[in-house]
Every structure is written in structure tokens, then in C-alpha cells.
């Protein structure tokens, strides 16, 4: 009998020896460090995966839908990205000592992925991860825009149609937990708002403090020099982001009447892009 990893193995819609390491443009990445710490945090997060995995399979034990789909694919996946995104820095900023400044990553991070952190319930957890998703497909698509170099433009445009892919499943789990659960429209709201809250927050800040760390390891990093970069990141960045994407999967979970998203969307939108920018 065929193991879940080579069942999944046979199922990948593309692996690292479909990406073109050889065709990367060096010049036109290699002096972009806005770019490199968008990239380098990415690779952390990502890469991190198998810890969150396990929180998430605990709390959903007893649905073996949902920790296999969430061991045998969406583990799987997620870790491709990190050592894609690994490879790559590794590859443009070789004097980066990924390694080194991934283990200081994640002694701090591993001790802030706990399971209590969780949604209360199994619907608001779900609706939570679609929050999650809306913001890791919406950042590669950003990436995908931003970058000068085609062959991380084609791998950022890769993970994001996995995101995607993700975030469709998530929802899917969703209604099934909502119509068990009766959750409302307000209910579900708070848990959309309270991981938007959330989404750039304790990860992105811990991981641009060990890329920086690792990069300037004679600078103090603090709340300013944090802010401060996250600025020069996004004052590029900012302009390719997707902000009527990001809206429409933002609000889906809350299962709006068509006529109320037709008025809905163009102003939530333009809040996102004002916020953004």
C-alpha cells in the first residue's frame, strides 16, 4: 500500500526542480533589501510549518478530513514554500547565514505557537485560517508584482495559487463547522477581525527581527527600527498589492448578499488600498 507521502508526492503540481535556479537575474535582485527581508521572513514562516501543522491536527482531532488533508497536503505544501524561498536566498544573498538566524527565529517563535492560541471553536478557527490565507496569497501576489527577477516572480505566482488553493479548502471546512455550530454573521465577524488583527503582528515581527539581527549584528532592534522597515518594505511593495483580492477573501466567510457586497466591495476596498499605501 501506497504511504500518504507518496500518494501526495504523486499528486504535486510542480516541486523545486521546476524552478529555473539558473535563469535568476542576480542584478536585479541582489541589491533590493526591502526585497530580501520580504523574502528572507517569508522563508522562516513558511518553513516553520510543521509546529503550527501539529497545533492544528490537535485541535482538530476526531476529524480525520481535516488532519489528513491538513498532514498528507497543506503541511506538505507549505513546507515546499519554505525551502523554496530558503533556496532561493541562499542562492541571491549568499553571505545571508540563513541557518544561524533561522535557529534564533525559531527558539524565540516556537515558544509563542501554542494550541490555546487558537479560535474558541472549530468554525471561528476555520473562518480564522481563510484570515490567514487571504494574507499569504494577497503577500505572493504582491511578491510576484514587485520583483524584477522573473524567476521569483514565476515561484512567488506559484505558492500563491497554492495559497489560493488553501484558502478555498478552509473555507469549505468552514461551512461545515458553521452549519454544525450555528454560527452567526456576528460571531464570525469578530473571529475574521480578530486574526486580521493578528496578521502582521507577533510572526512578521519575529522573524524580521532575526533577519535583521543576522544582517546587522552590531544594531540594536527595536519597536522603531521594526516600524521603520516594515515601512521601507511595503512603501514599494504597498503599490502591487491586491487590494480588491484581499477584500473579496476577507469577506466571503460572512456570506454577504450579492446586492450588500456590489455596495460593500468598492468601499472596503478603498479603505484596504488607503491603509496600505
Known amino acids: 500500500m501506497p504511504t500518504a507521502s507518496a500518494s501526495y508526492a504523486s499528486q504535486q503540481r510542480w516541486t523545486l526542480g521546476d524552478i529555473p535556479w539558473h535563469a535568476i537575474r542576480h542584478e536585479a535582485v541582489a541589491r533590493h533589501e526591502e526585497l ?3 523574502v528572507t521572513s517569508a522563508s522562516f514562516i513558511e518553513i516553520t ?3 503550527y501543522t501539529r497545533n492544528l491536527i490537535e485541535y482538530f482531532a476526531g476529524d480525520p478530513e481535516v488532519t489528513g488533508w491538513l498532514q498528507d497536503h497543506w503541511e506538505h505544501e507549505e513546507l515546499q514554500h519554505g525551502q523554496a524561498l530558503k533556496h ?3 542562492t541571491v544573498w549568499p553571505g545571508f547565514d540563513w541557518e544561524r538566524a533561522y535557529r534564533d527565529f525559531f527558539a524565540e517563535y516556537s515558544r509563542c505557537c501554542k494550541v490555546e492560541l487558537l479560535e474558541p471553536t472549530r468554525s471561528m478557527e476555520m473562518a480564522a485560517r481563510c484570515v490567514v490565507e487571504m494574507g499569504t496569497a494577497t503577500y505572493y501576489t504582491t511578491l510576484s508584482r514587485l520583483s524584477r527577477d522573473p524567476v521569483l516572480s514565476g515561484l512567488t505566482d506559484r505558492i ?3 495559497e489560493v488553493r488553501h484558502y478555498k479548502h ?7 463547522y458553521q452549519a454544525r455550530e450555528g454560527a452567526g454573521r456576528g460571531r464570525t465577524l469578530r473571529a475574521l477581525w480578530h486574526r486580521l488583527k493578528m496578521i502582521d503582528g507577533e510572526d512578521g515581527l519575529i522573524a524580521m527581527k532575526h533577519v535583521f539581527r543576522a544582517s546587522h549584528p552590531y544594531q540594536d532592534f ?3 527600527v521594526y516600524r521603520d522597515l516594515r515601512r ?3 512603501r514599494d511593495a504597498g503599490r502591487h498589492f491586491p487590494h480588491e483580492m484581499s477584500v473579496k477573501m476577507l469577506i ?3 456570506n454577504l448578499s450579492p446586492r450588500f457586497q456590489h455596495i460593500a466591495l468598492p468601499v472596503l476596498t478603498g479603505v484596504v488600498r488607503h491603509v496600505v499605501m
Open 160 to 162: 500563491r495559487e497554492d
Open 252 to 254: 466571503k466567510p460572512l
Open 222 to 224: 527595536n519597536k522603531r
Open 232 to 234: 521601507r518594505c511595503w
Open 88 to 90: 532561493y536566498v541562499q
Open 170 to 176: 478552509f473555507y469549505h471546512y468552514f461551512r461545515i
Open 36 to 38: 530580501f527581508y520580504l
Open 49 to 51: 510549518t510543521d509546529l
